[in-house]
């Protein structure tokens, strides 16, 4: 094994010369809404804590929460957790072998930032 | 000739037998996650903005408070193992374990955190 040749391998490509295509961008947006989504989840807890605290510091988180900034912060959460759910079911769908064709996988790309913001403004209307 | 052992080849690219741990546990925790975000959403989301009292009343009732327990659970389960696969990507040497170990912290405390309120609440 130690004498493999390691030296003359073709590279993937490198970030900064890869063309911009939507398979690579949805794919850097479902790591952006998964990790992002701490920041809601955090509140979230927070608000919990407040909760369980007593009345008066509900008070503040709740206040804050429901804010301006608040509210633009639990948007932006409730479209990430979406857009993060369907990408998520593509994945599922992958993992089963199909979907994996150029066409289709755009096809399930655009599924999922239409029916990211459908589900987003579905969700706002409801709650 | 190089003097790269098997065992430099392997490090850190995962073991035989765990191999498909993570990606197994991904997996289940998403589908799980399917079934409990619009759950989730739907049950806890009116909830913002509602006077304490309500709030009470409203996560005392078994059903909320089982969705929002099994939320919080399964959301940083699944996120502690999509962050690790984020610093694994970016970051290397003593940093990644460092910052590994932190998201396990991190994930679990704030689980602890909001499983503790919720049956403060609850109960």
Known sequence: ???????????????????????????????????????????????????????????????????ILGKLVMLGSIWALWYHALAGVRHLVWDTGHGLEVAMADKMGWGII?????????????? | MTYMTDRKRVEGLGSARSGTGHFWSMTVTSVALLILTPLFLFS?????????ADVVTALSHPFRAIIAALMLVVTFHHFRLGVATLIEDYVRGMARKIAIIMTIILSYGLMGAGLVALAQIAL
Not at chain 1, 114 to 127: C, N, P
């Open chain 2, 44 to 52: 806890f989301g009116p909830l913002l903005g509602q006077p304490h």
């Open chain 1, 1 to 67: 094994m130690a004498d493999v040749n390691r030296g003359n391998r073709p590279l993937s490509p490198h970030l900064q010369i890869y063309r911009p295509q939507l398979n690579s961008m949805t794919s850097i947006m479902n790591r952006l809404t998964g990790n992002a989504l701490l920041l809601g989840s955090v509140l979230i807890v927070w608000w919990l804590i407040a909760a369980a605290t007593g009345p008066e510091y509900f008070a503040t988180a709740d206040g804050l929460l429901t804010s």
């Open chain 1, 114 to 127: 239409i029916g990211s913001v459908v589900l987003t403004v579905l969700t706002v209307i409801v709650i």
